[in-house]
C-alpha cells in the first residue's frame, strides 16, 4: 500500500516543520552552532541545556547533526496556540513539572531507545534573569535509567532574542555543544548521591561553556572552577605548541 501510516505522516511534518524553522533561523538571525562534533551522531542522547527563552526550543529542535530530535516541554506552554502546534508537530514530550510525571518520562526513554536526540532544561523551568538556576534530577534520572549519555548544551543570546526581533534586529545566538558525560551504572544504595552528583556535573559543565554572567547559581561552584582551570591548561597549551614545535 502508498498510504502513509501515522508514525510516518508525523515524522514527515516534523521533518518539514524542522526545515521551515531552519530557513527562518537563518534569515532572521545569526545563530552559530559550536562543538557539533561532540554529539553522537546515532542512537539515543540527551541534550541537556540551560534555559532563558521560548526561543530555546526551536534552536534545540534544529541541532544541524541529529535530524530526530524530541523535547521534553513543560504542559504551561499548552496554553500559547502557536507554540503548542509547533510542539506537537515537532513531536515533543509534554511533562507536568508539578507531578511526578511517570508517563512524559516513559515517553523519553522510549524515544531514546528509538534513537533519538531528547532535549531537556536540567534547571525545570525557565531562567527570568538569563542566570543558571539551580539543576533538578530529572536528566540525570533519565541518564542513569537508560545508559544513554548526555551532551551539556549551553545557549546564549537566546535570552533577549525575542525583543529584538520585535524591533527588526537579528540576534546573536551562540549553541556550544561540549563533549558527552556517560553516566556510571545506577546504584540503587546511592541512588540520591549519584543524581546529585551527576547534575552538578551537567550543570558545572554548562556553565564552563558559558560566559561569567550567565553562571548564576554555579558561580564559584568547585567543580565549575575545576573545569575554567582545565579549559584554561588546554588553552595555553595549543597556544604554546605551535611555538615549541617550530623552534
Known amino acids: ?20 524553522v531552519d530557513w527562518l533561523m ?8 559550536v562543538g557539533l562534533e561532540n554529539i553522537p551522531t546515532s542512537g539515543g542522547v540527551l541534550l ?14 534544529i541541532t544541524p547533526n541529529r535530524p530526530e530530535v524530541t523535547a521534553l ?28 510525571d511517570f508517563s512524559a518520562f516513559r515517553q523519553a526513554v522510549h524515544a531514546m531507545q ?3 536526540a531528547v532535549g531537556i532544561a536540567p534547571e525545570g523551568t525557565r531562567s527570568q534573569t538569563a542566570m543558571l538556576l539551580e539543576g533538578k534530577p530529572g536528566a540525570a534520572l533519565l541518564a542513569l535509567r537508560t545508559g544513554v549519555p548526555i551532551v551539556p548544551v549551553a545557549l546564549s543570546g537566546t535570552e533577549d532574542a525575542t525583543a529584538k526581533l520585535l524591533h527588526f ?10 563533549k558527552p558525560i556517560y553516566p556510571p551504572k545506577l546504584d540503587h544504595q546511592d541512588r540520591e548521591g ?19 554572567k550567565y553562571h548564576g547559581f554555579y558561580s564559584g561552584h568547585p567543580r565549575l572552577k575545576e573545569l575554567l582551570a582545565e579549559k584554561e591548561t588546554r588553552s595555553t597549551f595549543s597556544q604554546e605548541r605551535p611555538r615549541e614545535q617550530a623552534g
Open 194 to 212: 549519584q543524581l546529585d552528583k551527576l547534575t552538578t556535573e551537567i550543570m558545572c559543565q554548562i556553565a564552563a561553556m558559558l560566559d561569567e
Open 169 to 178: 534586529k537579528r540576534p546573536v545566538i551562540t549553541v556550544k555543544y561540549g
Open 73 to 100: 516541554i513543560t504542559t504551561k506552554y499548552l496554553k500559547y496556540p502557536l507554540l503548542r502546534w509547533f510542539i506537537v508537530t515537532a513531536q515533543g514530550i509534554w511533562l507536568d513539572r508539578d507531578t511526578a
Open 1 to 20: 500500500m502508498n498510504s502513509k501510516t501515522d508514525p510516518e505522516k508525523l515524522r514527515m511534518k516534523s521533518h518539514r516543520l524542522r526545515s521551515i
Open 48 to 61: 541537556a541545556c540551560n534555559h532563558m527563552s521560548r526561543l530555546d526550543i526551536p534552536v534545540i529542535f
Open 114 to 116: 528509538e534513537g533519538k
Open 26 to 33: 537563518k534569515k532572521l538571525t545569526r545563530t552559530t552552532f
